[in-house]
Nanobody, 124 residues
């Protein structure tokens, strides 16, 4: 079992930055692929970014490419999402997810564990 706890959300003005963190329990964190998803009110949960087990491979949704950066520190069992140049349309609850296959996956159904989410609100 892996437990995931997100933090770092908040209210920020458009153009600002936030750094989300996701702390994972368990000794097998370094073997998991990790992802960030988000869900805005009235919308489906969507893929934001993913990173493989080593951190050597990352990928992003087109809507955040060039503005967001996913990274991980396996020694700290933590994955991060640095969000720059935030826009009002980035407003959502952001979820961290882990999958045992260690690679990059884009579909929600491929992930085995989920955190409870952290709210990000971007004001215009």
């Amino acid at each position: 079992q892996v437990q995931l706890v997100e933090s770092g959300g908040g209210l920020v003005q458009a153009g600002g930055s936030l750094r989300l963190s996701c702390a994972a329990s368990g000794r097998t964190f370094s073997s998991y692929g990790m992802g960030w998803f988000r869900q805005a009110p009235g919308k489906e949960r969507e893929f934001v970014a993913a990173i493989n087990w080593s951190g050597g491979i990352t990928d992003y949704a087109d809507s955040v490419k060039g503005r967001f950066t996913i990274s991980r520190d396996n020694a700290k069992n933590t994955v991060y999402l640095q969000m720059n140049s935030l826009k009002p349309e980035d407003t959502a609850v952001y979820y961290c997810a882990a999958q045992r296959s260690a690679g990059i996956y884009y579909a929600r159904g491929m992930y085995d564990y989920w955190g409870r989410g952290t709210q990000v609100t971007v004001s215009s």
